[in-house]
């Protein structure tokens, strides 16, 4: 049987952030942060999802002319230079392919324009359909985003060519109706300021409330609309526990460990059994 053909996107600027492929202060000791691509590549080679998906390419977004983007990714660099920081082991290969010749950018480039600049829409539209473009030339038929740091629209609209063939996978559980939602860019973050007792409910203020401490947080795979985190969960998992004193960072190898990358395998499996134009089986 065929397998199913993915390609993975992501943003530069978000793995760097995470110290992906490099060793983290941890609890007085240090610990490799995996990225989720690399635990994706596990799963590809040691597990019954290798029978079903093809990982085709690795996309990043990331804009090599944007002195914002250079500051942000800084010495890991835009592609792999000998003997320098990478984002995971540079001889990877998944599936037998050297995963930095997967690597390719299709860069969202309209991000250098001011917010309020009128060819900004223009722009992102040229973007999401330059990234259409490539994934129809590479066959894709499933889609996984990992810290993509735009948000999509003409991709993902109802009736358009890949709505609900997009999923993301979120350091965060993104139910609504769950005490433990986390949506957003600062899901991790946030997750620990609830533990310490208190909810930021302005970023750009920074202004705060109390709120009864939550010592969990989890993270979810679900499909990508439009909105920020909304769609339609496919498979999430609750199982990191949070201790008040960690860093961003040790939150996030433990999020990673106990509830992301089981989010990812457990999502990927049940996409697989979902045709992408009717509904998930959402009992998780």
């Not at 109390?210 to 909105?227: E, I």
């Not at 201790?243 to 190898?253: S, V, Y």
């Amino acid at each position: 049987m065929a397998k199913t053909k993915l390609v993975y996107i992501w943003s530069l600027r978000n793995a760097a952030a995470d110290q992906a492929g490099q060793h983290i202060a941890y609890k007085g000791a240090t610990r490799y942060m995996k990225s989720p691509l690399e635990y994706l590549g596990e799963l590809l080679d040691t597990s019954p999802l290798g029978d079903i998906y093809s990982l085709e390419a690795v996309i990043h977004d990331d804009d090599e002319a944007s002195p914002r983007d250079r500051e942000k990714i800084g010495d890991y660099g835009f592609s792999y230079r000998p003997g320098g920081r990478w984002f995971y082991p540079p001889d990877l290969r998944i599936q037998g392919r050297r995963v930095n010749d997967l690597l390719m950018a299709v860069p969202s480039s309209y991000r250098r324009l001011p917010l309020n600049d009128p060819q900004r829409a223009a722009g992102k539209q040229m973007f999401e359909a330059q990234l259409q473009d490539r994934l129809v030339q590479l066959g894709a038929e499933r889609v996984v985003l990992d810290g993509l740091l735009v948000i999509l629209d003409r991709l993902v609209r109802p009736g358009a060519l890949f709505h609900r063939r997009i999923a993301n996978i979120h350091p965060g559980i993104t139910r609504l109706e769950s005490p433990y939602e986390r949506r957003g860019a600062c899901a991790t973050l946030d997750a620990l300021h609830g533990a310490q007792g208190y909810k930021i409910v302005d970023w750009k203020t920074m202004e705060q409330r109390p709120v009864p401490p939550l010592f969990k947080t989890g993270a979810s795979f679900h499909y990508v609309d439009n909105g920020i985190d909304s769609g339609e969960v496919i498979a999430d998992v609750l199982g990191t526990d949070i201790d008040p004193q960690d860093t961003i960072l040790e939150l996030r190898w433990n999020n990673f460990q106990h509830s992301l990358f089981p989010a990812l395998r457990k999502g990927l499996e049940m996409m697989a059994r979902a045709p992408a134009d009717t509904p998930a089986d959402t009992t998780v």
